[in-house]
């Protein structure tokens, strides 16, 4: 079992950033992918970033590419997600989640409660 818990969410400007985190707990962190994922009101939850068991690896939404930087530490348990240049469009509930499958699969194991992002226009 793992179980995540995000914070750093809450109201910026556009063109702002902020930085998520999300801390894990129970064993074995490095043996996950993570991934965060996003729900803004009225639509389906969807991909925003993904890296690697190691953190080597990344992979983003084509929508934040370029702006967000996703990030691990194991030693730490904890997995970020810098959010630079930021939109209104961003606003949304922000999750992470673990897999043990790979940094591209689509199936995650374990979710956070979420934290939710607000971006003023």
């Known amino acids: 079992q793992v179980q995540l818990v995000e914070s750093g969410g809450g109201l910026v400007q556009a063109g702002g950033s902020l930085r998520l985190s999300c801390a894990a707990s129970?064993?074995?962190?490095?043996?996950?992918?993570m991934g965060w994922f996003r729900q803004a009101p009225g639509k389906e939850r969807e991909f925003v970033a993904a890296?690697?068991?190691?953190?080597?690896?990344?992979h983003y939404a084509d929508s934040v590419n370029g702006r967000f930087t996703i990030s691990r530490d194991n030693a730490k348990s904890t997995v970020y997600l810098q959010m630079n240049s930021l939109k209104p469009e961003d606003t949304a509930v922000y999750y992470c989640?673990?897999?043990?499958?790979?940094?591209?699969?689509?199936?995650?194991?374990?979710w956070g409660q979420g934290t939710q992002v607000t971006v003023s226009s």
């Open positions: 890296t690697s068991r190691s953190g080597r690896n990344t």
């Open positions: 989640a673990a897999s043990r499958g790979t940094y591209l699969n689509d199936h995650y194991d374990y």
């Open positions: 129970g064993r074995s962190f490095s043996t996950y992918a």
